[in-house]
């Protein structure tokens, strides 16, 4: 009975010490379906994702999803740290080391209470290995809560850096692409201004945006719980914003950079279908139709009269449902797993962006409330 609870205490301190240097250390996707991470965070995101379903409020239900991300990476230090400390002290009491107990018989809180004192190296000494294996196995587990401490230290600072970097580019493609984006809000923006020529800039600055948020999410998945700033905002809809404008621009529009947009293309379904991967999410087409018929003439009209033109060929429409079909299910599944809205391809309403609102109401001037202007007209009348 001694040697398999020993045996069952390393199994668990390997295994929790595994399981955080493959989350924190290692800078590479794991691709084993059994860890303690991915099992963790399935276990605690599905009630958590039924809590936030049960709330009408769109504001509050993003509250509650904005809180998993930072909450579920606390509480999963402290279950590695709990799992162990609850490893060594199984060990000790296996091993029944002699103790130095106030109470004169060592039970198994005995050598739980020496093991988490002896981890966060409180030091008190009330209660102490008497011999060497015992004083050796609580070396060890000292030595492993100041690596687990300082891991966490490092580990912390990394994943904020990531997460700034990821969202001040969310936050530059509000005035660019309105708030929630859309592609054709982004090209029919950079018609009016014939500023097509802009493209190849902003989409170049997009693709490496894509290889940074593929770098980051698949070494941190956890990042993919971080909500962004703005209700209406987040990665997965910037990126799918940039997934429809390259397919709109691959499919034909006339002055558009289609060598660009076929390279951003490349890297935003590939940061796409990796992170899929991760989450082992299947494709999932999109049900209803993100771009039907008529929604996609509608959108050809609304690109014409901002002097985009769309390729008119007969074969536009099933080359543009090629694109979409390479990455909408991909995304689709995602944003079913995540609680996301999916960008529309074209907005039926007018949409105020975020940088036109406050909490007092919309754009303001000399202190009055005005109503939002189009970005042409800001620039033009100098807002």
């Not at 490092?154 to 001040?168: D, H, K, M, T």
């Amino acid at each position: 009975m001694s040697a398999l609870l020993v045996i069952i205490g390393c199994a668990l301190l390997f295994a929790i010490l595994w399981d955080a240097f493959e989350s924190i250390v290692l800078p590479r996707r794991v691709t084993r379906r059994f860890r303690l991470t991915r099992g963790f965070y399935r276990t605690t995101w599905v009630p958590w994702r039924m809590l936030a379903q049960s709330i009408h409020s769109k504001k509050q239900h993003e509250t509650v999803l904005s809180y998993f991300g930072p909450l579920s990476l606390i509480v999963l230090l402290c279950v590695w740290a709990f799992g162990l400390i609850v490893a060594y002290a199984m060990i000790q009491w296996a091993l029944q080391s002699p103790v130095n107990a106030p109470e004169g018989v060592a039970t198994f809180g005995t050598y739980l209470y020496m093991s988490g004192e002896t981890f966060v190296t409180l030091g008190y000494g009330d209660v102490s290995p008497r011999e060497s294996l015992g004083r050796f196995i609580s070396v060890a587990e000292a030595a492993t809560g100041l690596g687990f401490v300082a891991m966490i230290i490092g580990y912390l600072p990394i994943l904020s850096q990531a997460f700034s970097r990821r969202e001040v580019s969310i936050s530059l493609l509000d005035a660019r692409a309105g708030s929630p984006p859309s592609a054709s809000e982004l090209l029919r923006r950079h018609g009016e201004g014939n500023n097509l020529d802009e493209l190849n800039s902003l989409l170049r600055e997009w693709e490496r945006w894509a290889a940074e948020l593929m770098e980051s999410h698949l070494s941190y998945p956890v990042l993919s719980y971080f909500r962004s700033q703005h209700d209406n905002q987040s990665w997965l809809a910037a990126l799918t914003t940039v997934l429809d404008t390259c397919a709109l621009v691959m499919t034909g529009v006339r002055g558009a950079p289609s060598r660009q947009a076929r390279l951003t293309f490349a890297m935003a379904r590939h940061a796409m279908v990796d992170l899929s991967q991760v989450f082992l999410t299947p494709p999932l087409a999109p049900e209803p139709d993100r771009l039907p018929h008529e929604r996609f003439l509608q959108l050809r009209d609304a690109l014409a009269s901002a002097g985009v033109t769309l390729c008119n060929e007969p074969t536009a429409e099933a080359r543009l449902a090629e694109l979409r079909g390479m990455y909408e299910p991909y995304v689709n599944a995602l944003a079913e797993l995540l609680l996301f809205d999916l960008p529309a391809w074209i907005h039926v309403t007018e949409k105020t962006d975020n940088w036109q609102t406050s909490a007092w109401g919309r754009a303001s001037a000399n202190g009055h409330t005005v109503t939002a202007l189009p970005l042409q007209a800001v620039e033009d009348d100098h807002f």
